[in-house]
């Protein structure tokens, strides 16, 4: 095999791209150039665009493209890049097959770039290959805006979950839609008004609107009236993830009351114990061990208010995995239990949950499940501490839309 050839291969280069030469820079680390060029013919589309233009001239001359690494070597592309004169953007450097426009990096790169940037962060792919935090962040941007420029993520829409999610403190907020289906994000925006609501459904069209057979959401207004207005015909569920987080903080507001209460009338040790139980407490009982059981029962003896809220947690929960039927006359014993449970947060919880009954029953009826709101939600909060919080929402949206919409770039390599 000639050398050209092999490294064509092992650069993944394809058939598009032929090896000129190829230059070894020797030192701390050495540095492969290669200079390609496209084969006769692909010549002359406008690297905006992708329209056939003729050509215009030599442009800035020769360009380098850092590619994937070989070896501990780092690896660029060196060809010329002359311009064309397009029909729509006048002269434009010509368009490159292993390159998007206007990079510095080769596509397989910046694909690698940016995948690393949406598993772990930005900083980490930044040292990983050692280009800038600011690089990284402007790959991402162009990897997604060219996948969006390529999929309609509002097609063939069904089912959505309408939701809030927290960029930064303060009450920073992004709106986010996501495929009941799928599971995947489609839409996101900055803010979370009833205006920001009337945004997603004026990018999905009235007719699309119309095909929307359900939506849910928390029982939040902002989103509720502008979903029975634009919306009418869908079913408006409230997801059962929300409900149980409801009952989550119900429990934690006991906690709290009942650790002041000791408190104040000299049980230090006693309140000590239960500002220890937290995450104890708001841990599904599947997920503890043994000995985290016992301490559960243990509050039969210690603290019975306690165990009370506990149990209407996690019969809660219990509820939205049984059938419809089932499920209603569960709720309705719920309800009453804990209307008289004497628990203030409860007591209020029972009030919100009635208000929202059908919105819940129909989210049992039709087994929209409340699995995919609540891994959107975890693998969106696993993106905001990887990057420490984010300062823009517009970068939060971005590496939102790379993870959960579909659109991550593959690896260099996938098949
Ligand atoms: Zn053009």
């Known amino acids: 095999m000639r050398?050209?050839?092999?490294?064509?291969?092992?650069?993944?280069?394809?058939?598009?791209?032929?090896?000129?030469?190829?230059?070894?820079?020797?030192?701390?680390?050495?540095?492969?150039?290669?200079?390609?060029?496209?084969?006769?013919?692909?010549?002359?589309?406008?690297?905006?665009?992708?329209?056939?233009?003729?050509?215009?001239?030599?442009?800035?001359?020769?360009?380098?493209?850092?590619?994937?690494?070989?070896?501990?070597?780092?690896?660029?592309?060196?060809?010329?890049?002359?311009?064309?004169?397009?029909?729509?953007?006048?002269?434009?450097?010509?368009?490159?097959?292993?390159?998007?426009?206007?990079?510095?990096?080769?596509?397989?790169?910046?694909?690698?770039?940016?995948?690393?940037?949406?598993v772990g962060n930005k900083q980490a792919a930044a040292d990983r290959y050692g280009i800038s935090w600011r690089a990284v962040n402007n790959a991402c941007v162009r990897v997604a805006t060219e996948a969006l420029g390529r999929v309609d993520l509002l097609e063939g829409l069904v089912a959505i979950a309408i939701d809030e999610v927290k960029y930064k403190?303060?009450?920073?907020?992004?709106?986010?839609?996501?495929?009941?289906?799928?599971?995947?994000?489609?839409?996101?925006?900055?803010?979370?008004?009833?205006?920001?609501?009337?945004?997603?459904?004026?990018?999905?069209?009235?007719?699309?609107?119309?095909?929307?057979?359900?939506?849910?959401?928390?029982?939040?207004?902002?989103?509720?009236?502008?979903?029975?207005?634009?919306?009418?015909?869908?079913?408006?569920?409230?997801?059962?993830?929300?409900?149980?987080?409801?009952?989550?903080?119900?429990?934690?507001?006991?906690?709290?009351?009942?650790?002041?209460?000791?408190?104040r009338?000299?049980?230090?040790?006693?309140?000590?114990?239960?500002?220890?139980?937290?995450f104890l407490l708001l841990r599904n009982w599947e997920n503890l061990t043994g000995a985290q059981r016992s301490v559960i029962r243990d509050l039969d003896a210690v603290n019975r208010r306690l165990l009370r809220a506990w149990q209407l947690k996690e019969e809660l929960r219990e509820i939205f995995a049984l059938p419809l039927l089932a499920a209603r006359r569960a709720l309705d014993d719920w309800l009453a239990y804990a209307s008289r449970s004497r628990l203030g947060p409860f007591v209020k919880l029972a009030r919100t949950i009635r208000v929202y009954r059908a919105s819940i029953e129909a989210t049992i009826?039709?087994?929209?499940?409340?699995?995919?709101?609540?891994?959107?939600?975890?693998?969106i909060g696993r993106l905001r501490t990887n990057a420490r919080g984010f300062h823009y929402p517009q970068a939060f949206i971005t590496m939102i839309m790379l993870d959960r919409a579909g659109i991550g770039p593959r690896l260099p390599w996938a098949t």
Do not use: M
């Open 3 to 118: 050398v050209k050839t092999l490294l064509r291969k092992v650069l993944g280069l394809g058939h598009a791209v032929v090896v000129c030469g190829f230059e070894l820079h020797d030192g701390a680390r050495p540095r492969l150039d290669v200079r390609v060029r496209a084969k006769a013919g692909q010549r002359g589309r406008c690297g905006r665009c992708g329209a056939v233009a003729p050509w215009y001239d030599h442009g800035g001359g020769q360009r380098r493209w850092r590619h994937v690494d070989v070896g501990v070597a780092t690896c660029e592309l060196v060809a010329e890049a002359p311009r064309v004169s397009c029909p729509t953007h006048g002269p434009t450097v010509a368009a490159v097959a292993w390159a998007r426009h206007d990079s510095a990096f080769s596509r397989a790169f910046e694909d690698l770039v940016v995948h690393d940037a949406v």
């Open 169 to 263: 403190k303060g009450q920073r907020y992004l709106t986010v839609v996501c495929d009941q289906f799928t599971g995947k994000v489609i839409w996101a925006a900055k803010g979370r008004t009833k205006a920001v609501v009337g945004e997603f459904f004026d990018a999905l069209g009235t007719e699309r609107s119309a095909a929307l057979q359900f939506v849910s959401c928390d029982g939040a207004e902002w989103i509720r009236t502008v979903v029975a207005k634009r919306a009418p015909e869908a079913i408006v569920c409230l997801d059962t993830f929300h409900v149980v987080g409801w009952a989550t903080e119900a429990l934690d507001e006991v906690r709290r009351g009942e650790w002041n209460a000791l408190r």
């Open 265 to 278: 009338s000299g049980g230090a040790v006693a309140a000590k114990a239960l500002k220890g139980l937290r």
């Open 365 to 379: 009826e039709w087994r929209l499940t409340n699995g995919i709101a609540e891994s959107v939600n975890a693998s």
